[in-house]
């Protein structure tokens, strides 16, 4: 399972932002970069693979392509 650590950036305030290091977006809440890595990121995690025998058999005659 593949986990993404935010990187923490300062501005010259003091105050932290949350970076993706996926993708570089910054987020100042936690709230908004947990959402933001679920829904663009969630495949990595096993969202959106595909579910069931037939179907498993399918993408693995096109990936083997």
């Given at each position: 399972?593949?986990?993404?650590?935010?990187?923490?950036?300062?501005?010259?305030?003091?105050?932290?932002?949350?970076?993706c290091p996926r993708c570089g977006m910054v987020f100042k809440r936690r709230k908004d970069y947990i959402r933001h890595v679920n829904k663009a990121h969630g495949w990595l995690f096993g969202r959106?693979?595909?579910?069931?025998?037939?179907?498993?058999?399918?993408?693995?005659?096109?990936?083997?392509?």
């Open positions: 399972m593949v986990r993404l650590k935010a990187i923490i950036v300062r501005d010259r305030d003091g105050e932290e932002f949350l970076r959106g693979k595909p579910k069931g025998k037939r179907l498993k058999k399918k993408y693995a005659k096109l990936l083997s392509k």
